[in-house]
Nanobody
Framework: QLQVQESGGGSVQPGGSLTLSCEVS????????MGWFRQAPGKEREAVAH???????LYGDAVQGRFTISRDQNKNTLSLQMNSLIPEDTGTYYC??????????????????WGQGTLVNVSS
């Protein structure tokens, strides 16, 4: 059974940086899309970034140019480098895997496996 576990959240001042990590276990062949999502207090969950099995990346408009998603298929890990953080980046960040054959849809047509989330707090 596929499992997903995030790490690396914390508190940072505006303008600072954080790196989130995600480890996927329990599934040998990496035929899944991987992505980061976030949910701020009182708001709906939003897509941050995802990367497919070919390495194609897509970023949300709010993080384009500031965040970088990276995937190591050999190690089944995913990371999110977050730079120039702003208070609006505060929220719980979730790593997810979509068992789709490797490409990204995120529309529930394929099984999705989610981590428990890690909290990021950007404040002065």
């Amino acid at each position: 059974q596929l499992q997903v576990q995030e790490s690396g959240g914390g508190s940072v001042q505006p303008g600072g940086s954080l790196t989130l990590s995600c480890e996927v276990s329990g599934y040998v062949y990496p035929s899944y899309c991987m992505g980061w999502f976030r949910q701020a207090p009182g708001k709906e969950r939003e897509a941050v970034a995802h990367v497919d099995i070919d390495g194609k990346r897509l970023y949300g408009d709010a993080v384009q140019g500031r965040f970088t998603i990276s995937r190591d298929q050999n190690k089944n890990t995913l990371s999110l480098q977050m730079n120039s953080l702003i208070p609006e980046d505060t929220g719980t960040y979730y790593c997810a895997a979509e068992i789709s054959g490797g490409y990204c849809y995120w529309d529930k047509r394929y099984e999705e496996v989610w981590g428990q989330g890690t909290l990021v707090n950007v404040s002065s």
